[in-house]
């Protein structure tokens, strides 16, 4: 049933997909936070910046964003990253891609965590004498993280969806994969199947276990 | 200006904050001469390069032929997939385990999977069971991909803007003796829909930009599809068409996006409804929302 699988490095495939999805989750959540630290913090300036960034990236299709970093930065301008290889420079390209634009959707979940704690909570927290780094440390933060685990559970699985994106520059994961086979064999309902089941198998667990983890330390109000 | 991190700000901090604005903007500066310098050393800030999208002619032959099949492609989309997705929306609340459970697989698969998956199966399929001619394919394969995946995103958002509403609405319903599809017809839905518009128009946003996906992979002419034979025809002019497209995507989905937010504070102080408006991002998992998160996966 399955033997057109033969001669395919599927597990590669997935395995790139995963590669994808993790560097860029890392790199999005770290710019992700310095960019809400910025869109909530007192400095108007950095505050406008972190604003106007986070609007005109979400408002960017990530294959345009994706599609430039390999033909406008790395063939006009020459950025390579610091790889030699082809598929090197388009892998770190696209992780570049998905962290920029991942990291607006990381910077809006961020901020809506904070904007969940009730203001009274900090005002309490200055009534009873605490300074601004324990009313930061022990009041809001610890409030917002536990808001924040199932709206960025939500752009991890898009995250996930959408590192087929890079397809589009040539990165060898599972969409690329799926066209290619789809147009060598035969099989096209069996091999939708196989990468269907795949995807499930990256994002429902991810949805299901985090889901529940967000449902259990989300604060009551 | 007060918010739960700070307090309003004393002289000191007021000096510290303008410190804080001057190194800013002294890295942003740098960064700025750093990308100015780069374009120019690759002479991509020469006129020439710039000047069809000033005199129109670049607009007339590239851009609006592949903004229109963008609207177009997203405007069937939405027009197919949200009755598509009322009605499984619907079915995931239905009474019968034996609606309920099919309409919930079959939302939950078509949530779980890329829209770019769905498009590239699409675009076998129809080659393979129908004939569409092959100039047509792309078009009905990315509509396909964006009506089978959205389908699912607006079922959720169907979902979520009924159960939003007061659990005495249907109650009263049942109470003066309306049957349980007259409870869904003339008390919940009209409700609901005033909930849900706005994340409705926020979706309008994700089927705009999944049909790049289609221009860039499924050789769809839309308007990222023009980038190529535009900077191919004006002279290797890479950096300034794909600026003008991106600010074309920013000036439509901000113009959306603007406009669902506006409709929300409008619904929000209405009469018309209980008030209850739906957060645009209240349906996880999709392109675009990255914020809120009601409803896990």
């Given at each position: 049933m399955f033997d057109f699988l033969q001669g395919y490095d599927l597990l590669g495939a997935f395995w790139m997909t995963v590669k994808l999805t993790v560097l860029s989750a890392v790199g999005s959540l770290i710019w992700g936070t310095v960019l809400a630290a910025m869109r909530v913090g007192p400095v108007p300036l950095m505050r406008g910046f972190g604003t106007a960034y986070v609007n005109i990236v979400r408002n960017i299709p990530l294959t345009v964003i994706i599609l430039f970093t390999s033909l406008?930065?790395?063939?006009?301008?020459?950025?390579?990253?610091?790889?030699?290889?082809f598929e090197t420079v388009n892998f770190r390209l696209a992780v570049l891609g998905l962290i920029a634009y991942t990291s607006a959707f990381v910077c809006e979940a961020l901020r809506s965590g904070i904007n969940t704690v009730p203001v009274g909570q900090a005002e309490a927290a200055r009534a009873i004498g605490l300074n601004f780094t324990q009313v930061l440390t022990l009041i809001v933060l610890p409030q917002a993280f536990r808001s924040v685990v199932g709206p960025l559970t939500n752009v991890l699985i898009a995250l996930t969806k959408n590192t087929t994106v890079a397809a589009a520059i040539g990165v060898a994961e599972a969409a690329t994969l799926m066209k290619s086979m789809i147009e060598n064999e035969a099989q096209l309902i069996a091999i939708s199947a196989v990468f269907a089941f795949g995807f499930m198998c990256l994002t429902l667990p991810t949805g299901l276990l985090l889901g529940w983890v967000g449902k259990k330390v989300a604060v009551k109000r | 200006m007060t918010s739960v991190l700070y307090d309003a700000q004393g002289p000191r901090a007021k000096r510290r904050n303008i410190l804080y604005s001057a190194l800013f903007l002294v890295a942003f500066a740098a960064l700025l001469w750093w990308v100015i310098t780069s374009l120019n050393d690759k002479d991509q800030l020469a006129w020439e390069k710039w000047k069809p999208f000033v005199h129109g002619e670049a607009w007339s032959t590239y851009l609006w032929p592949g903004l229109l099949n963008t609207l177009k492609a997203a405007a069937l989309a939405m027009v197919i997939a949200l009755p598509l997705g009322a009605v499984f929306g619907i079915a995931r609340l239905s009474d019968h385990a034996w609606i309920r459970i099919p309409a919930a697989a079959i939302v939950e698969f078509f949530r779980a999977i890329p829209v770019l998956v769905l498009m590239i199966f699409a675009v076998a399929a129809y080659s393979e069971y129908t004939n569409i001619s092959s100039d047509d394919r792309p078009l009905y394969a990315v509509f396909t991909g964006l009506v089978l995946y959205n389908s699912s995103v607006l079922a959720e958002i169907v979902r979520a803007g009924i159960l939003s509403l007061p659990k005495g609405q249907s109650e009263a319903a049942m109470a003066v003796g309306l049957r349980k599809n007259q409870v869904m017809r003339f008390i919940l839905l009209p409700q609901a829909v005033t909930a849900m518009l706005p994340a409705i128009v926020s979706q309008l946003v994700v089927i705009v930009k999944d049909t790049a996906i289609g221009g860039a992979?499924?050789?769809?002419?839309e308007l990222l599809a023009s980038v190529g034979p535009m900077s191919a025809y004006y002279g290797a002019n890479t950096i300034a068409s794909f600026t003008v497209v991106a600010l074309i995507y920013i000036a439509l989905n901000f113009s959306l996006t603007s406009f669902a937010s506006w409709l929300e504070g409008r619904l929000r102080r209405g009469?018309?409804?209980?008030?209850a408006v739906l957060a645009p991002a209240a349906v996880g998992g999709t392109e675009s929302t990255g914020a809120g998160g009601g409803i896990s996966i």
């Open positions: 406008g930065l790395n063939q006009t301008l020459g950025v390579s990253l610091g790889a030699d290889k | 992979i499924l050789t769809f002419p009469k018309k409804s209980t008030g």
